[in-house]
């Protein structure tokens, strides 16, 4: 008889303990998603799975303390037309995050060069020397760089509201940056550049390219050139122009021997603010990913403007004096067992 009712004291306790903990104030924070098809998840480390258009997957992602498990937003293409993403809510906090649209550029564009240009300075002479045109030509190609399906590691408010994103990318998209740049060369030279070279089948050089220029700007300047000649230099002489500009620009990233970490960028939008998360300061992710070997190589961490980090999570009073009594009784039955002996 004793023993049955220390048992019914003991199963009472906990029950209490356990009831205390049942009813603590929730915390969590939920996803909503307003296109699942166009969600990826990933679920971390380096053998993990890819798991396509399921919120529940990707609502875990977001929120299980391991980085390395992301979700992309917008995954069919690089090149987003459309916002896809989720809204977080946690209590009266509420944020949006999503993919980057060419739209969304013109917007952000002029900062997110003046901010790569500081993190990487060798390239802000280059740039300066570029002409108005071609700058205006480079900014064109932001869109296309594939950096607007932002892959987010981890998600969370902080104490008044603000919000913390990681963005899962490469460690150094040099390679990346490249490519984007040979490819708008070899647009320009079989899109007309070639035509004002007489023998030329490959990409000259820009000592070539300025040669060139040299000798139009000369015809430009001459009284010998027919007028409707001439009327066609000064957009030719421009075209010439910015092509040497780029190939200064290759010339220059391929002599670069640092790494240069650039992260995809989010649109967030909370507190009635529009923000791009991005970073130029990546962290190693130790990982890569498990189809190509080369992605999640990094995270990149970003946070709004006088973010707060949140406080560990304590358990409330009445539940340590819950669980306490739960020890208690405990202690009390090895107690009388050992009278008992």
């Not at 679920?43 to 390395?68: P, R």
Request: glycine share 10%; net charge neutral.
């Amino acid at each position: 008889m004793k023993m049955t009712f220390q048992k019914l004291v003991i199963g009472a306790s906990m029950a209490i303990g356990v009831s205390v903990l049942a009813t603590a104030p929730a915390h969590a924070t939920s996803f909503s998603f307003n296109n699942p098809n166009e969600i990826k998840t990933y679920t971390g480390g380096s053998n993990g799975n890819f798991i396509a258009n399921d919120t529940v997957a990707a609502s875990k992602a977001l929120s299980d303390g391991n980085i390395s498990s992301n979700v992309e937003l917008w995954y069919s293409t690089e090149n987003p037309t459309s916002n896809v993403g989720f809204t977080a809510t946690q209590g009266n906090y509420s944020a949006t995050v999503s993919s980057v649209t060419a739209g969304d550029w013109n917007t952000f564009g002029s900062q997110w060069l003046g901010d790569l240009l500081t993190a990487y300075t060798p390239f802000k002479s280059v740039w300066n020397g570029f002409s108005a045109s071609t700058q205006s030509l480079v900014a064109g190609y932001f869109p296309s760089l594939g950096m607007g399906d932002p892959n987010i590691g981890s998600f969370q408010f902080g104490q008044n509201g603000g919000v913390e994103l990681s963005l899962v990318g490469h460690l150094d998209v040099k390679t990346k940056l490249s490519d984007t740049l040979s490819t708008k060369l070899n647009e320009a030279w079989t899109g007309g550049v070639n035509s004002l070279f007489t023998v030329k089948t490959s990409l000259p050089s820009a000592l070539e390219v300025q040669n060139k220029i040299t000798s139009l700007q000369s015809a430009l300047n001459s009284s010998q050139t027919p007028p409707a000649k001439k009327a066609m230099l000064p957009t030719q002489i421009a075209q010439l122009t910015s092509f040497k500009d780029l190939l200064n620009f290759q010339a220059a990233l391929n002599a670069y021997q640092g790494e240069i970490g650039a992260s995809e960028i989010a649109k967030v939008v909370t507190g009635g603010q529009t923000s791009y998360a991005y970073s130029f300061n990546p962290t190693a992710s130790g990982i890569t990913a498990s189809d190509d070997g080369i992605s999640y190589s990094a995270y990149y961490t970003w946070h709004t403007p006088g973010y707060i980090t949140p406080p560990k999570r304590v358990p409330e009073p009445s539940i340590i004096i819950g669980l306490l009594s739960v020890a208690g009784v405990f202690v009390t039955q090895r107690k009388l067992k050992t009278v008992s002996i």
